[in-house]
C-alpha cells in the first residue's frame, strides 16, 4: 500500500501531540492536563488507524472486483484489524 502525504503529515501532527506531552510531564503541568493530551493523541492515532484500513480495504475491493474475486474476506480481516487494535 502507498501511503499519502494526508496520512503522513496527519502521524506528524501526533508525532508533535506526544512530544507535547512529554515536555508537559517535564515541566510538572498537572496529570489531569496531561491525561487529557494523552487522550487526544489516542484518539488521533485511532482514527489514522481507521483512514489507513479504510483507505487500503478501499484499494483491495477494487482490485478483487476487477478481477472478479470475492471481497467477503477483505471486509472481515478490515474489521478483524480495527477490533484488534482497540
Known amino acids: 500500500m502507498e501511503y ?3 496520512v503522513k503529515n496527519r502521524l506528524r501532527r501526533i508525532e508533535g501531540q506526544i512530544k507535547g ?17 494523552l487522550a487526544a493523541s489516542r484518539n488521533a492515532i485511532d ?17 478483487s472486483i476487477k478481477n472478479g474475486e470475492d471481497t467477503e ?10 477490533v484488534k487494535s482497540r
Not at 21 to 37: A, H, I, P, Y
Not at 54 to 61: D, F, P, R, Y
Open 4 to 6: 499519502n502525504q494526508q
Open 21 to 37: 506531552v512529554l515536555s508537559m510531564m517535564e515541566q510538572g503541568k498537572d496529570c489531569r492536563d496531561v491525561v487529557t493530551q
Open 47 to 63: 482514527r489514522a488507524m481507521g483512514v489507513i484500513v479504510s483507505t487500503n480495504l478501499e484499494h483491495c475491493v477494487r482490485e
Open 73 to 82: 474476506n477483505l471486509v472481515k480481516e478490515a474489521v478483524n484489524l480495527l
